[in-house]
C-alpha cells in the first residue's frame, strides 16, 4: 500500500480513524481504503490501494484515476468552458472557420494552462523523486 501520511491520495484532507470521527460513518474525512485499479477492472492490492477520505472514495466509485481526474477537471470553470467549446465544434458544422480556430485556440490553451488535475498522492510521490 501506498503511504500518504494519513491524507487522503486524492483531495490531500488529513484523515480521521473511524473511532475519532465519533462512529459518524459519512464523516467526510474518515479514512478508507481505495484502489487506484478499480477491483471490477483487474485492480488488486498492494501498491494499487491507497488512503482515501470517505468523499473521494465515494466520488471516485469504479473510474480509473485518470477517469476520476477528467470528472474533476469537467466541474472547474475552464473544465465547462472547454466542454462547451467542443460541444459547439460537433453541433455546429458550418461554423465560420475564424470561429472554429478561435474556439481550437481556447481549447489549447485550457489544455496547456489547466490540465491534468494533479492529486496530492502524485505530488508526494515526486517530490519523494526529487
Not at 37 to 50: E, F, M, T, Y
Not at 89 to 116: C, G, K, N, V
Request: glycine letters at 8%; one cysteine or more.
Amino acid at each position: 500500500m501506498l503511504e500518504n501520511q494519513k491524507r487522503c491520495w486524492f483531495c490531500g484532507i488529513e484523515l480521521l480513524e473511524w473511532s475519532e470521527t465519533g462512529y459518524d460513518k459519512r464523516h467526510y474525512g474518515m479514512l478508507t481504503r481505495e484502489h487506484l485499479v478499480p477491483k471490477s477492472r483487474g485492480g488488486r492490492g498492494g501498491q494499487n490501494l491507497v488512503d482515501a477520505c470517505l468523499s473521494c472514495n465515494l466520488s471516485k466509485g469504479t473510474k480509473t484515476v485518470e477517469e476520476y481526474r477528467q470528472k474533476l477537471f469537467d466541474l472547474t470553470p475552464p473544465g465547462k468552458s472547454r466542454n462547451s467549446a467542443l460541444q459547439m465544434l460537433d453541433t455546429w458544422p458550418e461554423m465560420p472557420r475564424e470561429f472554429q480556430d478561435s474556439l481550437q485556440q481556447l481549447i489549447a490553451h485550457i489544455d496547456s494552462a489547466y490540465f491534468p488535475v494533479r492529486f496530492y498522492g502524485e505530488e508526494i510521490h515526486h517530490r519523494l523523486k526529487l
